[in-house]
Structures are given as structure tokens and as C-alpha cells.
């Protein structure tokens, strides 16, 4: 279903072949607005702009083929609309990089969870690799140097930048989606899932236990699954031919290979290192614990869940976000 309004305002909506595959992943839609002129066509959230040939009359739903179009056109009446095209129909073919768009729209309305992933993983990555990171207009994310220190040398990660760096610049696309029914995991060529529910109980074990939360939260955990993924796997080894993986469960003392890397990161930031991939049990009634490394001393966390108070707290400032574009409307 394609829902059209004008002015923002509900007009009409009607089903029919309203995309049309132009490469793969890659979709378009057929309308037609203003007379030899570029316009603005919002699929789902993302802003792309396409040149379309005028047509007067009536709806209807079926493609007219057009040679002097280059993607064809549908019949409207000639007035401004504001077209989108629902979640369901579209993904986005980015070009490589990381896309965000699952995170920002879920259903065609703006995603109150994602936006908190999204806001979240951005804050730790700035941190993480002491750049400033952003969303360009078709919802990839883009780095550019951030601010320096006293010695002119760059803040973060060194190593963690440069990974970063190399996913960005890559041919092919990480999507990362939120779905709190599954389990924070990354996989394919590049599809990243982030569990919110997940990701906010191990920030509240590490800071039970002392552990500045830059540590285990959103930003190392989306690299961490980053790896999992063809993307993120060749651009630690561009002659890898699997992805990387974590320790089997028949060895819980293991860091694994993944953990390894996100430990090189900690240590250029000063924070503590994890010493094992599993939460570890002494008994199936015990509680599960993590060991991490700080300095000469070892510290044991315990896993725990978030309260929802502090869950709703740590989401506020989306849900101010998202009312004040309701109220006032926005642009992508």
C-alpha cells in the first residue's frame, strides 16, 4: 500500500505496481509532480531526489512506461505531493558503509527504540574512535576527524578508527536493525542486529561493578558484531575466506578472536579488557559472571537486567525528540 498525502495532509492511498527494480536492492517509485523539475521523494525515511516528466489527469495504478523519463511515471493530478512508501517495500541500495535506516523507521513512523540505539552507538563511536560521526541523507554513516589533544594527536582508538574507517569506505553495506525478541548478533555480509533490552543490562553489570560503561556498552557492542559479518571480517583480512567467529561454548575461558580485537581497542583507551567470551555459572542456580581485567587487578561482574525505571529514563530525551517532530512535523 502506498499512502500519498498532500501538503501533509492524508489524500488517498491505493495498491499497484508502484516500484519498479532498477538494480538489485534498488527500487523506485513512479511519480509524477512538477513539470521538468527535481523533487523530493521520501522512501521510507530516506530523502532521494529524481527527475520525473509532468502528467495531468486522474490517478491510477498502473505504470505508464515513458521514454522521456528516465524511471518512468504514474498519472496524478498536477499538485505538490509528499509521497512514502512503506518499510515493507523498500531497501535501500547504499553503495557500501553502514546503514541506518531500520534503525530510524520501523512501519513507516519514526523507531523510539532504534533512534535510541542509533543516538547511542553514535555517542560511543565518537568516544570509541575520536571521531565525529554523523548521518548523511541516505542514512549511511559518515566520519570525519574530531578534535585533537594537548600533543595535536587525534582522541580514541587509534586501531578502532582505522576499523571503522575501512567499513565506511567499503563496497559493501552493514545494516543494523533493532529487534529486542533476538539477541544482539551480527552475521552475512552485513547485517547487524542490536538488542537494546540486552545491551542496557550489560551497561548496568559494569557499572554495579565499577566499569565505566564505554566499556560493554552500545558502541563496542556494534563493533564487536561488526566482526561477525563479511564486511567486518575482510577489513581486519582481506584475504579471509569465513567470517570471524566466537569461541565454542566447549571452551568458556576463551576470549575468542572477536573479543581479542575489541580488546585492542580497550587498551588504547585505558579501559579494562575482558578475559573471557561467556558468562560464566559455578552452578545452574549461581549467578552468571564476566571477569574483566583492570590495571593488575581482575573484577567480576554479575549479569542483571536494567530496571525500567532507568530503561525510561535513558530513552527520554528520544521521546522528546520524536513529540516535538510530531508536533512540528519535520524533513528528511
Known amino acids: ?7 501533509g495532509k492524508p489524500h488517498i492511498s491505493f495498491q ?13 517509485f513512479y511519480p509524477s509532480i512538477s513539470e521538468d523539475k527535481r523533487f523530493n521523494v521520501v522512501l ?3 530523502k532521494d531526489d529524481y527527475k520525473f516528466k509532468v502528467y495531468e489527469g486522474q490517478v491510477y495504478n498502473q505504470h505508464v512506461k515513458d521514454k522521456e523519463s528516465k524511471y518512468g511515471a504514474y498519472l496524478f493530478p498536477k499538485q505538490e505531493y509528499n509521497i512514502e512508501i512503506e518499510e515493507s517495500y523498500f531497501e535501500k541500495a547504499v553503495g557500501g558503509g553502514i546503514n541506518v535506516n531500520r534503525l530510524i523507521f520501523k512501519n513507516g513512523k519514526l523507531n523510539e527504540e532504534g533512534l535510541y540505539v542509533l543516538f547511542s552507538i553514535i555517542k560511543d563511536l565518537c568516544v570509541i574512535t575520536g571521531a565525529s560521526i554523523s548521518v548523511n ?7 570525519v576527524n574530531g578534535a585533537k589533544d594537548v600533543n595535536g594527536n587525534l582522541r580514541g582508538s587509534t586501531k578502532a578508527r582505522n576499523y571503522l574507517q575501512s567499513i565506511l569506505k567499503s563496497s559493501k553495506t552493514i545494516y543494523i536493525s533493532n529487534d529486542d525478541s533476538k539477541n544482539t548478533q551480527g552475521g552475512g555480509i552485513g547485517h547487524v542486529n542490536i538488542n537494546a533490552d540486552q545491551i542496557d543490562g550489560n551497561i548496568q ?3 554495579n561493578g565499577g566499569i565505566q560503561e564505554l566499556t560493554f556498552g552500545f558502541g563496542m557492542s556494534f563493533l564487536h558484531e561488526t566482526l561477525h559479518t563479511a564486511t567486518g571480517t575482510l577489513a581486519i583480512k582481506p584475504s579471509a575466506t569465513t567470517a570471524i567467529v566466537d569461541p565454542p561454548n566447549t571452551n568458556p575461558n576463551a576470549t575468542g578472536p572477536t573479543v581479542d580485537k575489541i580488546n585492542e581497542f580497550r587498551i588504547e583507551l585505558g579501559l579494562p579488557v575482558r578475559l573471557h567470551y561467556f558468562w560464566q555459572q559455578t552452578s545452574v542456580s549461581s549467578s552468571e559472571k564476566m571477569k574483566w581485567k583492570i590495571g593488575k587487578k581482575t573484577k567480576s561482574i554479575t549479569k542483571i537486567q536494567m530496571s525500567l525505571t532507568d530503561q525510561s529514563s535513558r530513552r527520554e530525551s528520544i521521546k522528546k525528540l520524536i513529540n516535538l517532530i510530531n508536533v512540528f512535523g519535520y524533513e528528511l
Open 205 to 207: 553489570a559494569v557499572k
Open 1 to 7: 500500500m502506498v499512502k500519498i498525502s498532500i501538503h
Open 137 to 143: 541523507s541516505e542514512g549511511n554513516l559518515v566520519s
Open 16 to 28: 499497484g505496481p508502484v516500484l519498479k527494480r532498477i538494480r538489485r536492492h534498488a527500487f523506485i
Open 44 to 46: 521510507n525515511g530516506v
